[in-house]
């Protein structure tokens, strides 16, 4: 989308015959993102220079305004290159049981030098000291998916690209989570599991954009058990 708003910014000038940084009355840095492709992104003042010495209308600048606005902001959302493999989040991305996906959790505390009851302090009270105390301990497991985005950004996960990613790996352990109440015998029968694992939390993954995965995550850690249970072992 950034590249399609400096093709139009582009188009602009060059119907106005491509008239030179004097000739706009502007620096001559301010023409940089329009000469080359490989400039560093304008900031909002030189775009609205630029409108103007063009001759756009207010309320073609105030739309301008608007869209760089959204792709700045839409910047700062996005992802910071891949996540570090060795860091909580690449390896909670990574977790193959819910005992895992935990240990990043308790991970992301400590590299965050957080107490419980800061994390409660900064989640508003959603994640009481008691709360977070439990679900970090082993064995145990979110029962929600805000109780994970509560704890992250309480952590100082600021972006909302990192924390949804957090999500994505809580979806996948959930799944896995949900076999092993299976295997324990909490759950109903082999041929049921799905269906109920869909009814308890089916709505809540879909409204984020996350039940395919889930699903996908779930019915492979079922396959997984159901292969040792026949005796293929680890290796099979």
Same mark, same amino acid.
């Given at each position: 989308?950034?590249?399609?708003?400096? %093709?139009?910014?582009?188009?602009?000038? &060059?119907?106005?015959?491509?008239?030179?940084?004097?000739? /706009?009355?502007?620096?001559?840095? !301010?023409?940089?993102?329009?000469?080359?492709?490989?400039?560093?992104?304008?900031?909002? =003042?030189? $775009?609205?220079?630029?409108?103007?010495? $063009?001759?756009?209308?207010?309320?073609?600048?105030? =739309?301008?305004?608007?869209?760089?606005?959204?792709?700045?902001?839409?910047?700062?959302?996005?992802?910071?290159?891949?996540?570090?493999?060795?860091?909580?989040?690449?390896?909670?991305?990574?977790?193959? &049981?819910?005992?895992?996906? $935990?240990?990043?959790?308790?991970?992301?505390?400590?590299?965050?030098?957080?107490?419980?009851?800061?994390?409660?302090?900064?989640?508003?009270?959603?994640?009481?000291?008691?709360?977070?105390?439990? /679900?970090?301990?082993? +064995?145990?497991?979110?029962?929600?998916?805000?109780?994970?985005? %509560?704890?992250?950004?309480?952590? +100082?996960?600021?972006?909302?690209?990192?924390?949804?990613?957090?999500?994505?790996?809580?979806?996948?352990? !959930?799944?896995?989570? =949900?076999?092993?109440?299976?295997?324990?015998?909490?759950?109903?029968?082999? +041929? %049921? %599991?799905?269906?109920?694992?869909?009814?308890?939390? +089916?709505?809540?993954?879909?409204?984020?954009?996350?039940?395919?995965?889930?699903?996908?995550?779930?019915?492979?850690?079922?396959?997984?058990?159901?292969?040792?249970?026949?005796?293929?072992?680890?290796?099979?």
């Amino acid at each position: 989308m950034r590249s399609q708003a400096l %093709d139009e910014l582009r188009a602009l000038w &060059t119907r106005s015959g491509l008239p030179s940084p004097g000739e /706009m009355g502007v620096r001559p840095g !301010q023409l940089e993102f329009l000469d080359r492709r490989d400039a560093p992104w304008p900031d909002l =003042r030189d $775009v609205r220079a630029v409108l103007d010495a $063009v001759g756009e209308p207010k309320a073609v600048i105030d =739309r301008w305004e608007r869209t760089w606005r959204y792709l700045d902001a839409a910047s700062e959302s996005a992802p910071r290159g891949e996540p570090d493999e060795d860091g909580p989040l690449g390896k909670a991305l990574k977790a193959h &049981t819910p005992d895992e996906f $935990v240990a990043q959790l308790r991970a992301l505390k400590a590299k965050a030098q957080r107490s419980f009851e800061d994390i409660a302090k900064a989640s508003g009270n959603r994640l009481p000291k008691s709360t977070g105390h439990w /679900m970090l301990r082993p +064995g145990n497991f979110p029962a929600r998916a805000e109780q994970v985005s %509560d704890f992250v950004k309480a952590c +100082g996960v600021t972006n909302p690209a990192e924390a949804q990613l957090w999500l994505t790996a809580y979806a996948r352990a !959930q799944g896995r989570h =949900r076999v092993h109440l299976t295997v324990a015998g909490t759950s109903p029968a082999a +041929g %049921d %599991d799905l269906p109920r694992f869909l009814e308890s939390v +089916g709505d809540d993954l879909a409204a984020r954009g996350q039940l395919q995965e889930a699903i996908a995550a779930y019915k492979e850690a079922l396959a997984h058990h159901r292969h040792l249970a026949s005796g293929g072992g680890e290796g099979g």
